[in-house]
């Protein structure tokens, strides 16, 4: 364990530009490599940009790209030079772009340049656009409206820009109570939540995730989470550079990259590798045949977080693949942690958060006393990790802390030695594959569409991503579809929070007060969808079934990840004859686009459920 951490920013820094790492790579994402040398360059360069522009500490700078190291650059250059930098999603819609913007109040907005487009309404004048080579000339091109070129004509090029700016000397002194970053949270889209995070809370927590995770220069970390989210920037770029380790992101999470995932365990000499439990169900679903990918000479553990982790996974993965799980609890008030069930064996326990690593934790009542041992309360925490409030909003700032103590909304228990286990949540803040989702911001923009009465959103238990985003709606008439919806949904709602299914009643059961009763419309959505889940059984059985006549293979053999590649009598004309014998068993018709999203066997069940209007 090292003896001392760097306590700022400066004295990170400091130690990343030391002669003896210019040429050791701070971050490798798919195609693209960046040394410690390059990316002290451009922070020092990006600081002359900033001077040139005006900002100063405390301003704040949104930044919108999917180019991960370009994401990792900018962020860490604003960190240094003691600028808020504010995040949102590049793939947010420009009705929440417009309401976030108004929340933040940007001085400077840093953004890649395909996005001029939807962000053409901010009034912004300090712009960098980021260059996609690929397309920029195209882009270009089509940038022929008015609108769109009063915001391109405003804008930098970057990292063009980097050419003509020479290094300067960075401040010496960052005060710890200057904003390091914002991330907007759960919230509606008139309302959204921006949480602060100052430098002092920044780096206490990456002290603390430093010391229990074991991290050194010699450390490499696998994390492919999105950088436009907490676990993915600091516990990756962020994380990295404080401890002059190195990043690898060799590419996007999917089902059908599972094995590369696991290849580049061994490839790149992970040590550490950062994960949500979805990503972890479905490596245990899909991994199966390289149960011993972790067990190298270089890989110590893996780190779950962003989710709960439920039990039977834990349990399982840890016995199949022979591999330690760290289960890390926190929220983005809290940096990402504050309770680790691990490394260790003195806090490791199964099924439970761990225990509070530098902070205090409390559980009481709804009348905020303390409650006994084993006894359910809402779970509050107090530590240096802690955020500094939500932006330009003092009540729900108010709301959220008692005395000091900040409120998590989650109801936990406490065993008699002292490990906490999350039991339910007092929030009705969804968590799917690791992402927050506010249902009510999922509501309100149903409640926009035209052909909808009325409408709630909810989380439904779901064994891959933990929850699922359903809605419950009642239509103006009868033949509106759920095809329609969804489709208006898209327009107006990133894909992480479309519902994942629309389930259609004559009325939605309301109390005296004429408030809507969501525990029963839950009984009635998941009395359907057990219902439904027989038929889905029936329905993956027989696909099974049928693949092992048309494929020549033995039905045990076969399995819904079954894909072209793993199957080896799915060639062509295989796929053809397939489609043939499921439109004849099940009653439907194959459009030419669904033949050709059909991979595994799974895709063929979800396809035929749609069209056999199967709500599970």
Avoid at 135 to 154: I, M, Q, W
Avoid at 530 to 556: G, P
Avoid at 569 to 589: C, N, P, Q, T, Y
Wanted: overall charge negative; hydrophobic content about 40%.
């Amino acid at each position: 364990m090292r003896n001392r951490y760097p306590q700022n920013i400066v004295e990170t820094f400091a130690n990343a530009v030391a002669p003896g790492l210019r040429r050791k790579t701070f971050m490798e994402c798919r195609l693209q490599r960046i040394t410690y040398g390059e990316i002290c360059t451009v922070i020092a360069k990006l600081y002359t940009l900033y001077n040139q522009w005006g900002l100063r500490a405390g301003d704040r700078v949104v930044i919108s790209t999917e180019n991960d190291i370009h994401a990792a650059a900018l962020f860490l250059s604003l960190l240094r030079s003691g600028i808020t930098a504010v995040f949102i999603d590049p793939d947010t819609k420009p009705s929440r772009v417009e309401h976030l913007l108004t929340v933040a109040q940007p001085k400077a907005i840093i953004l890649d340049k395909n996005l001029l487009e939807k962000w053409q309404s901010t009034t912004v004048n300090r712009i960098l656009a980021i260059e996609d080579r690929k397309t920029s000339n195209l882009l270009h091109r089509l940038l022929g409206k008015r609108s769109v070129n009063e915001v391109a004509d405003r804008a930098v090029s970057y990292p063009a820009i980097l050419q003509q700016l020479p290094e300067t000397t960075l401040p010496g002194y960052i005060d710890p109570d200057v904003d390091a970053y914002v991330l907007f949270t759960s919230g509606t889209t008139s309302n959204p939540k921006g949480v602060r995070i100052s430098h002092g809370a920044l780096f206490a927590h990456l002290q603390t995730l430093s010391r229990q995770f074991g991290y050194t220069p010699e450390t490499r970390l696998l994390n492919i989470l999105i950088v436009s989210h907490a676990d993915g920037m600091i516990q990756g770029p962020v994380i990295t550079f404080y401890n002059t380790a190195s990043l690898f992101r060799p590419m996007t999470f999917s089902i059908q990259k599972v094995p590369e995932l696991l290849d580049a365990i061994y490839h790149y000499r992970i040590t550490h590798f950062v994960a949500v439990p979805t990503m972890l169900s479905l490596i245990e679903k899909f991994g199966e045949d390289e149960s011993d990918a972790f067990r190298t000479d270089d890989f110590s553990f893996i780190i779950s977080c962003g989710a709960q982790l439920e039990m039977g996974l834990w349990q399982r993965f840890e016995e199949n693949f022979q591999v330690r799980l760290v289960n890390v609890y926190g929220l983005t008030e809290t940096v990402i942690g504050g309770f680790f069930s691990g490394p260790d064996k003195a806090t490791h326990k199964i099924g439970t958060i761990g225990m509070p690593i530098d902070c205090k934790a409390r559980l009481v009542n709804e009348q905020d006393q303390d409650v006994e041992t084993g006894a359910p309360g809402e779970l509050l925490i107090k530590g240096g990790n802690l955020m500094a409030g939500y932006l330009n909003a003092p009540e729900a700032t108010a709301d959220v802390f008692l005395d000091g103590w900040f409120r998590t909304g989650d109801v936990a228990t406490r065993d008699e030695k002292g490990f906490f286990r999350i039991i339910g949540r007092k929030k009705t803040v969804i968590i799917s594959g690791g992402i927050n989702i506010h249902p009510e911001e999922v509501t309100e923009i149903l409640h926009k569409c035209p052909l909808i009465k009325e409408a709630v959103t909810f989380g439904l238990v779901d064994s891959i991503w933990g929850e699922r985003v359903v809605s419950a709606v009642v239509p103006v008439q009868p033949l509106v579809t759920e095809g329609e919806i969804i489709a208006f949904c898209r327009d107006h709602l990133e894909e992480t929070k479309m519902p994942k299914k629309i389930f259609f009643l004559s009325q939605l059961p309301r109390g005296r007060s004429g408030k809507v009763q969501l525990e029963r419309v839950r009984e009635v959505i998941e009395g359907q969808v057990a219902d439904a889940s027989a038929i889905k059984e029936n329905i993956n059985r027989s696909v099974v079934t049928l693949a092992a006549q048309c494929f020549k293979m033995s039905a045990e053999s076969l399995d819904l990840g079954s894909t072209a590649d793993s199957a080896v009598g799915w060639d062509s004309i295989a796929h053809l004859e397939f489609v043939v014998m499921l439109e004849g068993k099940f009653g439907v018709r194959f459009e030419p686009q669904e033949i050709m999203q059909i991979h595994s066997l799974e895709d063929a069940c979800e396809i035929i459920s749609s069209k056999k209007n199967d709500p599970a």
